[in-house]
T-cell receptor
Framework: DSGVTQTPKHLITATGQRVTLRCSPR?????VYWYQQSLDQGLQFLIQ???????AKGNILERFSAQQFPDLHSELNLSSLELGDSALYFC????????????FGPGTRLLVL | GESVGLHLPTLSVQEGDNSIINCAYS??????FIWYKQESGKGPQFIID???NMDKRQGQRVTVLLNKTVKHLSLQIAATQPGDSAVYFC?????????WGAGTKLIIKP
């Protein structure tokens, strides 16, 4: 158990809909990262927040957005969903800005029908 | 080493043999490297890391080798066991971001 929690575990929705994925980092970690992993592919970095502020952006679509709240939990919002958005979404956390190990949550499996 | 492609490279190893998983990284200025293991249906799990001022680091049954000259990283797993079956990712820290490799699927033959 990494100490990072993600909810929900599974999500099934329809195209055009909007969903919110939630992540609670390890106690004491200030950075939260979001990744997308499609079937049999590597991890695609989406976005990083550090202590409530956006720190780095990767391959995140404009339909997607995220935020980190004062209690350091984070939410990833996916809107106007398409079939191709079906994937595993992982959240990770680390103590500082990124020059250290990231600890991953169990992921949210999103299926868009 | 960006994550690309539809199919992961696969390495098949006999149980009990040593496994060597290779990774080429992209930025010669990267100063921190990590290996992660991802079992089916789970999130990636930290295995071992190495900083650029070292060329070798050993853990329990695992060794990471860093060759900065050719920008190459390898993970050696001794006496491979069925529980080692997973996808292994290398990652380099470049400008405070982790750049992930494509991953290698390790299959253990009984």
């Amino acid at each position: 158990d990494s100490g990072v929690t993600q909810t929900p575990k599974h999500l099934i929705t329809a195209t055009g809909q909007r969903v919110t994925l939630r992540c609670s980092p390890r106690s004491g970690d200030l950075s939260v990262y979001w990744y997308q992993q499609s079937l049999d592919q590597g991890l695609q970095f989406l976005i990083q927040y550090y202590n409530g502020e956006e720190r780095a952006k990767g391959n995140i679509l404009e339909r997607f957005s995220a935020q980190q709240f004062p209690d350091l939990h984070s939410e990833l919002n996916l809107s106007s969903l398409e079939l191709g958005d079906s994937a595993l979404y992982f959240c990770a956390s680390s103590v500082g800005l990124g020059l250290e190990t990231q600890y991953f949550g169990p992921g949210t499996r999103l299926l868009v029908l | 080493g960006e994550s690309v492609g539809l199919h992961l490279p696969t390495l098949s190893v006999q149980e009990g043999d040593n496994s060597i998983i290779n990774c080429a990284y992209s930025n010669s200025a990267s100063d921190y490297f990590i290996w992660y293991k991802q079992e089916s249906g789970k999130g990636p799990q930290f295995i071992i890391d190495i900083r650029s001022n070292m060329d070798k680091r050993q853990g329990q049954r695992v060794t990471v080798l860093l060759n900065k000259t050719v920008k190459h990283l390898s993970l050696q797993i001794a006496a491979t066991q069925p529980g080692d079956s997973a996808v292994y990712f290398c990652a380099e820290n470049s400008n405070y971001q982790l750049i992930w490799g494509a991953g290698t699927k390790l299959i253990i033959k009984p």
